[in-house]
């Protein structure tokens, strides 16, 4: 009688030739009714509250399609088997073990999500099954799938820790194993058919595995999302910049430690200007560390790359070669290096503590790959990034500079991005930012006066917080040291073109003019004092010179 309120209710109702039967509003019964005089072709308990038993299903000799999910049914297939039966769905149920199904031969799709099954069984003369869904159950093993005409199979969320029992299954087109523990794609080399491939959630580490796959033609999709090799690929063939800066790190602190060890009491002051390349950091670390020489020492770089026209050795870099890098590498010698442009580059610790001795805080140029790897390690300098504002007017200086080429050119403005982007994502990441328009470009190559209130600008801002009494003094004091600087004139000279009677002099410069007053590591022009000296610009032309 209730059975038949809800057809009434539903209005699907009919004798003898009804195709959909679905009892949907039924009260929290047991459910136990004879209704073999019904001809039901789909029936659908789908969340019928607290079924525990099917066995109503043996009184229905022509059912097709019998969903029971979301019950309580501990029992698995336990009515006469309707001679149709041909799709099934058991999710979310209580059953833990499956039974022989000889008598269900029409079976062709099989849906046993989110059970208790431990072990695979008792399919193997259903002979027409073609979808095998058992997901998120407790199997270990795959095994009792034979020969069947499998398509579709799913063993998501089980405890697989091997591809094994798949070997026969000539027909499969769709294999879902995802959230196991599979750690090899071995197994599956003679699935041919196979269009898709989920590993999601697994622990395959290494992309040779892949090897078993190489020859299933029609695989179009493959996913191995979330597991070991996916991070181990990313770092492989991409690695974001804080992989790259603790491997520089990890790297530099081992054999460090091998060699010395490295003491951590109180951090050098450093400076370190940033941007991309060509964006006009090496400069403005050289005219820093003229212009305020009682403050700043310059960091000279190691380097693999040949000098360009102009540069010299110990004075622009320490230019080397790879072997002697690599070699500098292994006795613990830097700090940080990176690899830009096919060459090496890295700053030694030497180089800061050299400055450091001076009760100078070290001033240094580097790419942003070299700023991750400082922030790992103790030092904790002022970073300042320089970054170009127009992509036009930069190309235009890096063309001016007559250095780069085209892919060269592109590589730098496409990593204007880059440093944007470390700026935005990571606010505090630069203790300053300056953006470099035509004017910066201008007063930096232009020799103008107003450079020094550029400079000083930085001063400020990055010295502010270093442990150096020396530095604080600046800001506490809110005073600006000493004017040290000539008048606009001699700093225009101070820029200019080399001396005619430099040997070469007759070449264009590939670089911009080294400023003048740089000191060499040979033979500092530093003093204490703060106050202007005399012989800074005379000095300068002399080096030069030499
Ligand atoms: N130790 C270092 N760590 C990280 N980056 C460095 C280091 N030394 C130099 N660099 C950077 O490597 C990049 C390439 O330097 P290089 O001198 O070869 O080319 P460049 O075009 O003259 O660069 P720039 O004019 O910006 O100094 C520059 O951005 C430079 O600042």
Same mark, same amino acid.
């Given at each position: 009688?209730?059975?038949?309120?809800?057809?009434?209710?539903?209005?699907?109702?009919?004798?003898?030739?009804?195709?959909?039967?679905?009892?949907?509003?039924?009260?929290?019964?047991?459910?136990?009714?004879?209704?073999?005089?019904?001809?039901?072709?789909?029936?659908?308990?789908?969340?019928?509250?607290?079924?525990?038993?099917?066995?109503?299903?043996?009184?229905?000799?022509?059912?097709?399609?019998?969903?029971?999910?979301?019950?309580?049914?501990?029992?698995?297939?336990?009515?006469?088997?309707?001679?149709?039966?041909?799709?099934?769905?058991?999710?979310?149920?209580?059953?833990?073990?499956?039974?022989?199904?000889?008598?269900?031969?029409?079976?062709?799709?099989?849906?046993?999500?989110?059970?208790?099954?431990?072990?695979?069984?008792?399919?193997?003369?259903?002979?027409? @099954? =073609? !979808? +095998?869904? %058992?997901?998120? *159950?407790?199997?270990?093993? $795959?095994? #009792? &799938?034979?020969? /069947?005409? @499998? =398509? !579709? +199979?799913? %063993?998501?969320? *089980?405890?697989?820790?091997? $591809?094994? #029992? &798949?070997?026969? /299954?000539?027909?499969?087109?769709?294999?879902?194993?995802?959230?196991?523990?599979?750690?090899?794609?071995?197994?599956?080399?003679?699935?041919?058919?196979?269009?898709?491939?989920?590993?999601?959630?697994?622990?395959?580490?290494?992309?040779?595995?892949?090897?078993?796959?190489?020859?299933?033609?029609?695989?179009?999709?493959?996913?191995?999302?979330?597991?070991?090799?996916?991070?181990?690929?990313?770092?492989?063939?991409?690695?974001?910049?804080?992989?790259?800066?603790?491997?520089?790190?990890?790297?530099?602190?081992?054999?460090?430690?091998?060699?010395?060890?490295?003491?951590?009491?109180?951090?050098?002051?450093?400076?370190?200007?940033?941007?991309?390349?060509?964006?006009?950091?090496?400069?403005?670390?050289?005219?820093?560390?003229?212009?305020?020489?009682?403050?700043?020492?310059?960091?000279?770089?190691?380097?693999?790359?040949?000098?360009?026209?102009?540069?010299?050795?110990?004075?622009?870099?320490?230019?080397?070669?790879?072997?002697?890098?690599?070699?500098?590498?292994?006795?613990?010698?830097?700090?940080?290096?990176?690899?830009?442009?096919?060459?090496?580059?890295?700053?030694?610790?030497?180089?800061?503590?050299?400055?450091?001795?001076?009760?100078?805080?070290?001033?240094?140029?580097?790419?942003?790959?070299?700023?991750?790897?400082?922030?790992?390690?103790?030092?904790?300098?002022?970073?300042?990034?320089?970054?170009?504002?127009?992509?036009?007017?930069?190309?235009?200086?890096?063309?001016?500079?007559?250095?780069?080429?085209?892919?060269?050119?592109?590589?730098?403005?496409?990593?204007?991005?880059?440093?944007?982007?470390?700026?935005?994502?990571?606010?505090?990441?630069?203790?300053?930012?300056?953006?470099?328009?035509?004017?910066?470009?201008?007063?930096?190559?232009?020799?103008?006066?107003?450079?020094?209130?550029?400079?000083?600008?930085?001063?400020?801002?990055?010295?502010?917080?270093?442990?150096?009494?020396?530095?604080?003094?600046?800001?506490?004091?809110?005073?600006?040291?000493?004017?040290?600087?000539?008048?606009?004139?001699?700093?225009?000279?101070?820029?200019?073109?080399?001396?005619?009677?430099?040997?070469?002099?007759?070449?264009?410069?590939?670089?911009?003019?080294?400023?003048?007053?740089?000191?060499?590591?040979?033979?500092?022009?530093?003093?204490?004092?703060?106050?202007?000296?005399?012989?800074?610009?005379?000095?300068?032309?002399?080096?030069?010179?030499?």
């Amino acid at each position: 009688e209730m059975i038949s309120n809800s057809i009434f209710q539903l209005g699907r109702f009919g004798t003898g030739l009804q195709h959909s039967f679905y009892i949907l509003s039924l009260p929290h019964i047991y459910l136990h009714v004879n209704i073999c005089c019904l001809c039901c072709f789909f029936i659908n308990f789908h969340n019928f509250p607290q079924l525990i038993d099917l066995s109503c299903v043996s009184h229905m000799p022509y059912l097709v399609v019998l969903d029971a999910s979301y019950n309580e049914i501990s029992n698995f297939f336990e009515f006469q088997p309707p001679k149709n039966l041909k799709e099934v769905n058991f999710s979310h149920n209580r059953m833990t073990k499956m039974r022989d199904l000889s008598a269900y031969a029409s079976l062709t799709k099989l849906v046993l999500d989110y059970n208790s099954f431990s072990e695979i069984s008792g399919l193997e003369q259903c002979c027409r @099954l =073609t !979808h +095998l869904s %058992l997901a998120h *159950n407790k199997i270990s093993r $795959i095994s #009792g &799938l034979g020969g /069947l005409p @499998l =398509t !579709h +199979l799913c %063993l998501r969320g *089980n405890h697989l820790e091997k $591809i094994e #029992g &798949l070997e026969h /299954l000539k027909s499969l087109q769709v294999l879902d194993l995802s959230q196991n523990r599979i750690t090899s794609l071995s197994g599956l080399e003679n699935l041919h058919l196979l269009g898709s491939l989920n590993l999601e959630k697994n622990l395959v580490s290494e992309i040779q595995e892949c090897k078993h796959i190489h020859d299933l033609l029609l695989l179009r999709d493959l996913s191995l999302v979330e597991n070991p090799v996916q991070v181990s690929s990313v770092n492989m063939y991409d690695p974001p910049m804080d992989v790259v800066a603790a491997r520089d790190h990890i790297t530099h602190l081992v054999y460090q430690l091998i060699s010395t060890l490295p003491s951590a009491d109180s951090p050098y002051p450093m400076l370190v200007l940033t941007g991309p390349r060509g964006c006009g950091k090496r400069e403005l670390t050289h005219r820093l560390c003229q212009e305020f020489n009682e403050y700043f020492a310059y960091g000279i770089s190691h380097t693999t790359r040949g000098p360009y026209f102009g540069e010299e050795n110990g004075l622009d870099y320490h230019f080397v070669s790879e072997e002697a890098f690599q070699s500098m590498i292994h006795t613990g010698k830097f700090i940080q290096t990176i690899q830009y442009g096919g060459h090496s580059y890295g700053l030694t610790r030497d180089a800061v503590e050299d400055a450091a001795r001076e009760g100078l805080a070290c001033c240094v140029h580097m790419e942003l790959e070299g700023v991750f790897s400082l922030k790992k390690t103790y030092f904790e300098p002022r970073y300042i990034l320089l970054i170009p504002t127009q992509a036009e007017k930069y190309i235009g200086h890096l063309k001016a500079r007559g250095l780069y080429t085209h892919a060269q050119m592109d590589a730098a403005v496409s990593r204007i991005e880059l440093y944007a982007n470390t700026n935005r994502q990571h606010p505090g990441f630069f203790d300053n930012v300056i953006p470099c328009g035509t004017m910066f470009f201008l007063l930096l190559y232009g020799g103008f006066n107003i450079i020094q209130w550029l400079i000083r600008c930085i001063i400020i801002i990055s010295c502010c917080s270093t442990k150096c009494s020396k530095y604080s003094q600046l800001i506490f004091n809110g005073q600006i040291p000493n004017d040290p600087h000539p008048g606009a004139d001699q700093l225009a000279a101070a820029v200019s073109p080399c001396s005619d009677r430099r040997p070469g002099s007759n070449v264009k410069p590939i670089l911009p003019p080294i400023p003048t007053g740089r000191r060499t590591p040979a033979a500092p022009s530093l003093s204490p004092s703060p106050s202007p000296k005399p012989g800074v610009e005379e000095e300068g032309n002399a080096n030069m010179e030499g």
